[in-house]
């Protein structure tokens, strides 16, 4: 009897903790999935400003490969420069996804199906922080000779911070007209181009895997 006892009572414990940790399970989901629809918003912002971004990269590119400097131009190369600098990156969120890596909780995580999607998801966005890391280091060099170029007298401030410069004086000149800095920041221009693509390609795919995540969570533990 002592000993049926003491099995029950091991019974009993061990289904109080299998129910926490299902509880605990669909806790970290549903923080999860709000994690998740957080970073396809963010993504969706952040994929169009790499699209203008590129669009502006790519008319500075063309511009300095067609045209000469003359004083008729150079507000338009200006123009471009402002256009082209805003900082492109995605912060995809990991309230939940650190405590799952960190704390032993994707052992809680019992579906293969859905313990695989978040470690796909996991991969991407990896693949997507280290573009972002060499997207950082080109745009900085890039932008160490846009200053050589480049003066400020001539941009036309505002007291908003995220726009900070809203035009450019029309007797813009720039700081040197030499031909070899005007080549060096056009390749700068077009390699940060380049890694600047291969991340909005990186972002759409982070952003499928995302949504096919959210699908799985939902169909699991039925979240809404």
């Given at each position: 009897?002592?000993?049926?006892?003491?099995?029950?009572?091991?019974?009993?414990?061990?289904?109080?903790?299998?129910t926490i940790e299902h509880q605990r399970?669909?806790?970290?989901?549903?923080?999860?999935?709000?994690?998740?629809?957080?970073?396809t918003s963010e993504i969706d912002q952040t994929y169009e400003l790499g699209l203008t971004q590129k669009e502006a990269m790519d008319s500075v590119v063309s511009f300095l490969n067609t045209q000469s400097i003359s004083s008729s131009n150079v507000t338009k190369l200006y123009q471009l420069w402002v256009r082209s600098g805003r900082v492109v990156k995605v912060k995809f969120e990991d309230r939940t996804s650190s405590?799952?890596?960190?704390?032993?909780?994707?052992?809680?995580?019992?579906?293969?199906?859905?313990?695989?999607?978040?470690v796909r998801y996991w991969q991407i966005t990896e693949d997507c922080n280290d573009i972002t890391d060499r997207l950082e280091r080109m745009?900085?060099?890039?932008?160490?000779?846009?200053?050589?170029?480049?003066?400020n007298k001539y941009f036309i401030q505002s007291n908003v911070p995220i726009k900070p410069i809203i035009g450019v004086k029309e007797n813009a000149?720039?700081?040197?007209?030499?031909?070899?800095?005007?080549?060096?920041?056009?390749?700068?221009?077009y390699s940060v181009s380049v890694v600047l693509n291969n991340y909005l390609f990186s972002l759409a795919s982070a952003k499928r895997r995302a949504v096919s995540l959210i699908n799985v969570l939902k169909q699991h533990y039925d979240l809404k």
């Open positions: 009897m002592l000993f049926l006892a003491v099995f029950c009572g091991f019974l009993a414990e061990y289904q109080l903790e299998h399970e669909v806790q970290y989901m549903q923080t999860l999935m709000e994690d998740l629809c957080n970073d405590q799952l890596k960190n704390a032993g909780g994707m052992r809680m995580v019992r579906q293969k199906d859905v313990a695989d999607s978040i745009s900085d060099n890039r932008y160490n000779v846009a200053v050589r170029l480049f003066d000149a720039l700081i040197s007209t030499d031909r070899t800095l005007l080549a060096e920041y056009s390749n700068r221009t």
